[in-house]
């Protein structure tokens, strides 16, 4: 964990994402982690907002140590999921990864991954931002559509010991960085690919369809295949994983 060894707490922000993002072109910056108990604008893809009662979720976002080559960036998330999947098998909770960046306990949406970047020329540094939902609120089944997962519907976890299995598993996983094939098959077989069903919905199209995952192609896309056999490549960028 020596990589990721500096923490910072705060109480109530905005985001760790955007905290984080403002500080990507610190040199002081490599390797801290941004926690908060509560945030005002915590998101995931495509604008989502992600909700969380204060306190009861691990919301943090962990600046990598070292740059990445940026035509890499595309494999952060999911080498991200891996580490935290790893960091929550640790707790005793065994979780699915979710194309592209979610993980789910019994088919409810547990955690979300979501990363910032700062390309300079063919180098990129990053914020790796999770979202765990860890203590179940009585509140949570009306709040939340669909219902989520929380960590104490499997296992009660200590959130700070949670953190660190999960700092841990981004420092023994970090050299794996430098090879994002190495990452997309480890993200495949953790997944359960190929043969794992998807519902799907492209964006601006109501119509929503079911395949089977594939592979998961360099640079982030998911090779499906339709019942009738025809084979595609659904782009992180026009589509969305239904549950």
């Not at 109480?11 to 005002?40: F, K, P, Y």
């Not at 907002?49 to 070292?66: C, E, N």
């Not at 960085?177 to 492209?202: F, K, M």
Request: aromatic share 6%; with cysteine; hydrophobic share 45%.
């Amino acid at each position: 964990m020596q990589d990721f060894a500096r923490i910072v707490y705060t109480v109530r922000t905005g985001s760790t994402n955007e905290d984080a993002a403002a500080l990507l072109g610190d040199d002081a910056a490599l390797g801290v982690t941004i926690v908060a108990e509560e945030q005002t604008r915590g998101a995931g893809r495509k604008g989502r907002s992600w909700v969380a009662r204060p306190g009861s979720a691990l919301l943090f976002t962990s600046i990598l140590p070292r740059e990445v080559r940026a035509a890499d960036l595309w494999c952060v998330p999911f080498w991200s999921a891996l580490a935290v999947s790893d960091g929550l098998a640790r707790c005793g909770i065994a979780v699915e990864l979710h194309w592209p960046n979610d993980l789910l306990l019994n088919g409810k949406k547990l955690a979300g991954i979501l990363c910032t970047s700062r390309i300079v020329g063919a180098s990129a540094r990053v914020g790796c931002g999770v979202g765990i939902n860890v203590y179940r609120t009585p509140d949570a089944q009306r709040e939340i559509d669909p219902p989520p997962a929380f960590c104490d519907d499997a296992a009660r976890v200590d959130r700070n010991v949670l953190l660190r299995h999960i700092l841990e598993a981004f420092s023994a996983r970090l050299s794996l960085l430098d090879d994002a094939h190495t990452v997309a098959r480890g993200w495949e077989a953790r997944a359960g690919l190929p043969g794992r069903r998807y519902r799907l919905q492209r964006d601006g199209d109501e119509r929503i369809f079911e395949a089977t995952a594939l592979a998961l192609e360099d640079g982030g896309a998911l090779v499906v295949e339709r019942s009738d056999g025809s084979r595609e490549a659904v782009t992180l960028a026009d589509a969305r994983a239904l549950r």
